[in-house]
């Protein structure tokens, strides 16, 4: 099975693979958010450092997250593994280039997923979570829905939108996300790892798709 780079804008299903692959095919997720707050738990130099630069918000720059990274993948290289929002920069690509070399990974796809944006829209803001047992609804899809507006099916808990699932920081995040990948997806497309997955389907249709790359 192949390793995977998953690019995706935000609410375009990312998660959702990701637990799947994990799940049902042994994959190792990869992701520089859990590998930051992992190592900020540490009781050591490095933790203190991390914890305090999250605790601040302050930007974590890559002279700290290459070198976690790094470490990361040498735990799981012999498995196969999903990068999940790294590499974000042609820095990083060209990073994870060298490193795949270095230890000798070649048998990688990058799958892009595409999206409409109002689809994303309508995901990123109709989602709500549910306090207790956090359980995920959607408010807009068919299926997704909670039998009763604002109560968890499975708990009864109260359902709330997450601070993040606004229109206005989806927008935010989505114009950094085009900003950002546009580059990483010319840069893959010329080494010709890139393959690009219509996401506008259904999730088994998203699966599908997604296990027949890594399978190609
Ligand atoms: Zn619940």
Same mark, same amino acid.
């Given at each position: 099975m192949k390793n995977l780079i998953l690019i995706a804008p935000p609410a375009a299903g990312k998660g959702t693979i990701s637990s799947y692959l994990v799940e049902n095919m042994g994959y190792q997720h990869i992701s520089t958010g859990d590998i930051l707050r992992n190592v900020a738990k540490e009781d050591s130099e490095r933790g203190h450092f991390v914890s305090g630069l999250m605790k601040e918000g302050k930007f974590i720059g890559d002279d700290i997250i290459l070198p976690l990274f790094k470490e990361e993948l040498l735990k799981i290289k012999n498995q196969s593994f999903i990068l999940d929002g790294f590499p974000r920069t042609i820095v990083q690509a060209d990073y994870l280039t060298d490193l795949f070399q270095e230890i000798g990974i070649d048998d990688y796809v990058v799958i892009q997923l595409e999206i409409d944006s109002s689809l994303l829209l309508k995901r990123a803001t109709g989602r709500r979570v549910c306090t207790s047992c956090k359980a995920t609804y959607n408010?807009?899809?068919? %299926?997704? =829905? *909670? =039998?009763v507006e604002n109560v968890c099916d499975q708990c009864g808990g109260d359902l709330i939108q997450r601070e993040d699932d606004t229109e206005e920081t989806f927008k935010?995040?989505?114009?950094?996300?085009?900003?950002?990948?546009? *580059?990483?997806?010319?840069?893959?497309?010329? =080494? %010709? =790892?890139?393959?690009?997955?219509n996401a506008n389907v259904t999730e088994e249709e998203i699966l599908e798709n997604v296990k027949r790359c890594l399978n190609d």
């Open positions: 408010v807009y899809f068919d %299926g997704f =829905k *909670p =039998k935010n995040r989505y114009e950094v996300y085009r900003s950002e990948t546009e *580059p990483l997806i010319a840069y893959y497309e010329a =080494k %010709g =790892k890139l393959k690009k997955v």
